[in-house]
């Protein structure tokens, strides 16, 4: 078994509100691997982070594939408002 250096990488993708209106809070799925998480960052009432973070840490060299979903939710009525999925990929090696 070859496991590759732990290694911790990150990465932010922002959310902008053009309209006039305050942007929901994001939700992100619950179905993530282990070895990826991502956190919702409020900068303000229009613009929110997607903290993307790995963790390398116990994973064999190969490659890893996640699809992330975050979605948001009207106010007053909680309807779902909105929704957006990114690729989170990487490929692993020894460095050998």
């Known amino acids: ?4 250096k732990p290694q911790t990488l990150a990465d932010t993708i922002l ?9 929901p809070l994001w939700e992100i799925s619950r ?3 282990p070895w990826l998480s991502v956190r919702v960052w409020k900068l303000s009432s229009s613009v ?3 903290i993307t973070k ?5 994973l064999k060299a190969g490659r890893y594939h996640a699809i ?3 979605h ?11 929704t957006l999925w990114y690729d989170v990929e990487m490929n692993l090696s020894t460095g050998e």
């Open 31 to 33: 179905n993530l691997p």
């Open 48 to 50: 929110q982070g997607l």
């Open 72 to 82: 948001n939710r009207e106010p007053v009525s909680q309807m779902p408002m909105s």
């Open 1 to 4: 078994v070859v496991t590759a």
């Open 68 to 70: 992330v979903r975050a």
């Open 15 to 23: 959310v902008t509100n053009k309209g006039t209106g305050a942007l």
């Open 54 to 58: 790995i963790s390398t840490s116990g």
